[in-house]
C-alpha cells in the first residue's frame, strides 16, 4: 500500500477535512474513484459543442470511449507544417473543471503560439502539436458549485496500467496522447503537459506516474495529493520523477496558493526531493513574489470564496507563459 491506515487517520486528522468519506474507505491508491453521472453543471458544461468547435478552429475532433462506458473527446490541433521528418513537441493541455477544456486555449493563448513557439530548443522545427483533453461529470472534492461537474479525477491514483480499475482519466489521456503519437509527427523526447486548477492536479500527477512525459509546467493546481477537502492524502509518489513548474496566484481561490504551492513545495522536498520543482507565486501585477498572502487562506467557510483570488482564478497568467514553455523546452528527455 503507498500508506498505511493509521497514517491516513492521522493526515486527515491534522488538515481538519469535514466530508462524509471515512478513512477505512481510503485505498491504496487514496480516495476510491469518484461518482460519476449527470450533474446540473455537468450538463452545461457537456452542452458546449466542442464537436464544431474544435474543427471550425482549425482542429480535429478526436473520440473514444473510456472504461467506464463514458465517451471522452479531445480537440487535436497540428500545425501545417508537422512532419514525420521533423517531428514537433506534443503539448497536452488538461483544462479546469466546471468549463469544458476546449475554449480555454484560444483564451490562454496557446493555441495562438502553436505555429511558432520554441518548445524544441531548434529554429528549423518551430511551434508544437495541441491536445486538449475533455474531462467528464463526477463528483469532486470542491466547494459549491464545483462539488459534482465537468473535471478530471486527482483523488483515485491508480496509474496501474496492469489493472483494469486504473484511473480511467489516466486511461482516456493515455489513449489519446498514444493515437497522436502514432502518426510518426511528435518528437517522442518532447512530451509535455500544462494545464489549469483542476486540470493542472491531473497533469502533475500523470507526469510523475507516465514514463515518457519529459516536463509539466501548470497554472493554479490545488494540491494533487493531499488538497485541503481530500479525506484520503498521501505523500507524493511517481515512478516518472520528471521536472515541474507551478505558477500560483499569490491570493487565489479557496486558499491553493497556500495548500497548492507552499504545502506541495513542503510535501515534495520531503518524499520526492530529487524531483526538480519550481514553484512560482506571483501579485496581481504578474510579478514574482516570495510567498502567498496568509490572508488568502480557505476554512471551508463559504464566505471565503468571496475573494480577489476567486476572480484571479479565471484570469490566465500571460506574462508567465513563455517562462512555462521555456521550463518545458530546457527538460527534454535525454
Not at 200 to 208: D, E, K, R, T
Amino acid at each position: 500500500m503507498r500508506n498505511g491506515r493509521a497514517l491516513v487517520v492521522v493526515a486527515i486528522a491534522l488538515i481538519g477535512v469535514r466530508t462524509p468519506l471515512f478513512a477505512d474507505e481510503c485505498t491504496e491508491y487514496g480516495d476510491p474513484p469518484r461518482p460519476y453521472g449527470p450533474s446540473p453543471q455537468g450538463q452545461l458544461a457537456d452542452a458546449y459543442p466542442v464537436e464544431v468547435l474544435c474543427p471550425a478552429r482549425g482542429g480535429e475532433l478526436l473520440t473514444w470511449t473510456d472504461p467506464n462506458g463514458t465517451p471522452r473527446t479531445a480537440c487535436l490541433h497540428t500545425p501545417a507544417h508537422a512532419d514525420p521528418g521533423a517531428p514537433l513537441p506534443l503539448l497536452t493541455f488538461l483544462g479546469g473543471s466546471l468549463f469544458p477544456d476546449d475554449p480555454q486555449t484560444p483564451y490562454n493563448g496557446f493555441e495562438l503560439m502553436m505555429d511558432s513557439a520554441d518548445l524544441s530548443g531548434d529554429s528549423a522545427r518551430p511551434g508544437f502539436i495541441l491536445l486538449v483533453i475533455e474531462g467528464r461529470d463526477k463528483e469532486h472534492f470542491y466547494p459549491f458549485p464545483d462539488e459534482h461537474a465537468w473535471g478530471f479525477d486527482h483523488w483515485y491514483r491508480n496509474f496501474d496500467r496492469n489493472d483494469p480499475e486504473m484511473n480511467v482519466d489516466a486511461a482516456t489521456i493515455d489513449h489519446f496522447i498514444a493515437e497522436v503519437v502514432g502518426r510518426g509527427i511528435v518528437d517522442e523526447r518532447r512530451l509535455y503537459l500544462s494545464g489549469w486548477s483542476n486540470g493542472a492536479s491531473m497533469a502533475i500527477l500523470y507526469g510523475l506516474n507516465t514514463p515518457g512525459i519529459a516536463a509539466t509546467a501548470v497554472y493554479s493546481s490545488p494540491n494533487p495529493f493531499s488538497d485541503l477537502l481530500d479525506p484520503c492524502p498521501q505523500a507524493p509518489f511517481g515512478d516518472n520523477p520528471r521536472p515541474i513548474m507551478t505558477v500560483h496566484n499569490d491570493c487565489d481561490i479557496a486558499g491553493i496558493c497556500l495548500t497548492g504551492s507552499e504545502g506541495f513545495a513542503a510535501e515534495m522536498a520531503a518524499s520526492m526531493p530529487y524531483v526538480e520543482y519550481e514553484p512560482i507565486r506571483i501579485d496581481l501585477s504578474q510579478a514574482e513574489v516570495p510567498e502567498c498572502d496568509p490572508a488568502c487562506s480557505y476554512s471551508g467557510d463559504p464566505m471565503e470564496l468571496a475573494t480577489i483570488g476567486s476572480l484571479r482564478h479565471v484570469l490566465w497568467p500571460y506574462l508567465w507563459t513563455e517562462p512555462m514553455f521555456s521550463f518545458l523546452r530546457d527538460h527534454a528527455l535525454p
